[in-house]
């Protein structure tokens, strides 16, 4: 059993940068595939980044590629999610999630287990 509790939303103007984080439970984070997610009012929730056991491979969606990075510290058993340039379209609640694999997947359905979210709100 994993547990996943996001930090670091909340309401920057467009071009502004935010740092989620993920903090997981248990010995075994780095058996885990670790992915964030994101989803919108009225839409579905989708893949935004995810990163492999020991941080070597990452995997970004297209929208966000050369703004946000995705990390890992495998000693504080953290996910980090770094957001720069910020959008209006990226508001949404931004999810962190686990899959004990090691192969990237980037289906809701793979993740084993899922945080609460937090709000990542970008004014215009």
């Known amino acids: 059993q994993v547990q996943l509790v996001e930090s670091g939303g909340g309401l920057v103007q467009a071009g502004g940068s935010l740092r989620l984080s993920c903090a997981a439970s248990g010995r075994t984070f780095s058996t885990y595939v670790m992915g964030w997610f994101r989803q919108a009012p009225g839409k579905e929730r989708e893949f935004v980044a995810a990163i492999r056991l020991n941080g070597a491979g990452t995997l970004l969606r297209d929208s966000v590629k050369g703004r946000f990075t995705i990390s890992r510290d495998n000693a504080q058993n953290t996910v980090y999610l770094q957001m720069n340039s910020l959008k209006p379209e990226d508001t949404a609640v931004y999810y962190c999630?686990?899959?004990?694999?090691?192969?990237?997947?980037?289906?809701?359905?793979?993740?084993?287990?899922w945080g609460q979210g937090t709000q990542v709100t970008v004014s215009s």
């Open positions: 999630a686990a899959e004990r694999t090691i192969v990237i997947h980037t289906t809701v359905a793979e993740y084993d287990y």
